[in-house]
């Protein structure tokens, strides 16, 4: 990782100085990086610094993570509950955090509110390709595991915080290492040296890890095992090349009551395979499937995203959407759409 530019915690420290309503943004479908590090920076704002915050996202927080914002939850409004809301406190605000993604497009039908805000504007972000041109500061950096990596070392240059991970509220404290823990998948991948200062300083400042691990992977509903279970006996197809892939049609989903986040972490199963190089999970929504994409080093699942997926991210955790009739003519087709698009790729 980079070291952090003095002058921009300077120029920093004196945007939030001069803030008196701040919101906070993250990308559709929000997971745990995104809920983590807008509940640690909202924490840190209101707690430290005073300000009033209010974190405005495309889409709920999903069940699975929910325990990141257990009594921070009237913080939140949703575009797609209350998108009234959403426009009123980005219309107010006078800071625009961007946290967890690289461009507005990214919340949907956000978009267009949180651009054409008057409002002073902030990138936090560990993605590739940073659409920067709108903002006032940029904090981008891809050697981090998460966005909660990057906004914690960002955080510790604070004058207030002054790299002592206990003056953090523990609210923001335990987000952040929750928020790592899930992009990193506790730590399997994109762990860098950092990464580890960062979980050891936060421990040290009382961070209860062992609590986190259980809300994040002990408190699934038996449906998801049991999904889990067929998704890797019946619904996992392998091509010659090395790809499994997984497609979840709408009646499967429905069938296991399937609900947003349950499927969090499917897509790295088949990497234990020694043949696999990349994994892809497809989950059917309204008029698109989310695509989900791993791989295994020297293998780029951004690049096969971009090309064929609509999407992007890191090189080897990326996601994406396949839309139908765009990109398909229609659902059924999406298993040969993998194997001919994955074939040439790795032609």
């Not at 590090?37 to 709920?60: F, H, N």
């Not at 998108?83 to 039908?109: M, P, S």
């Not at 990057?150 to 404290?173: E, V």
Request: hydrophobic share 40%; glycine share 6%.
């Amino acid at each position: 990782m980079k070291p952090i530019e003095t002058e921009k915690i300077a120029l920093l420290d004196s945007m939030i100085e001069e803030s008196r309503k701040v919101v906070l943004t993250a990308h559709m479908g929000p997971d745990g990086d995104a809920v983590g590090s807008t509940t640690a920076l909202a924490a840190y704002l209101e707690e430290v610094r005073g300000k009033e915050v209010k974190i405005v996202l495309p889409d709920p927080v999903p069940e699975s993570i929910s325990f990141i914002t257990e009594g921070y939850e009237d913080r939140f409004i949703f575009g797609k509950t209350d998108l009234e809301a959403c426009r009123e406190a980005i219309g107010n605000c006078d800071l625009q955090v961007t946290l967890d993604y690289n461009d507005f497009k990214r919340t949907g039908i956000l978009e267009e509110m949180l651009s054409e805000s008057k409002a002073r504007k902030l990138m936090i972000d560990h993605h590739l390709n940073p659409s920067t041109e709108a903002f006032d500061i940029v904090f981008s950096e891809t050697q981090v595991s998460s966005a909660c990596e990057l906004l914690f070392h960002i955080l510790m240059k604070l004058p207030d915080i002054g790299s002592d991970a206990s003056k953090l509220p523990k609210r923001s404290a335990d987000a952040l290492m929750a928020g790592m823990t899930t992009d990193t998948n506790n730590f399997a991948n994109s762990v860098f040296p950092e990464t580890l200062q960062m979980a050891s300083a936060l421990l040290a400042a009382g961070v209860d890890r062992a609590e986190i691990l259980s809300n994040i992977y002990n408190k699934y509903r038996e449906n998801r095992l049991r999904l889990m279970g067929l998704a890797l006996k019946d619904l996992m197809k392998i091509t010659d090349k090395g790809v499994a892939y997984i497609v979840m049609r709408k009646d499967v989903l429905d069938a296991y009551d399937v609900r947003e986040g349950e499927t969090e972490g499917f897509v790295n199963l088949p990497l234990a395979l020694d043949k696999v190089r990349m994994s892809i999970l497809l989950k059917q929504e309204d008029d698109h499937f989310r695509v989900s994409i791993r791989s295994k080093k020297g293998v780029s699942a951004n690049k096969c995203s971009g090309l064929y997926f609509n999407g992007g991210g890191h090189e080897m955790a990326a996601g994406g959407r396949l839309y139908v009739p765009k990109d398909i003519s229609d659902y059924g087709e999406a298993e040969k759409y993998i194997e001919k698009v994955t074939d040439e790729f790795f032609s």
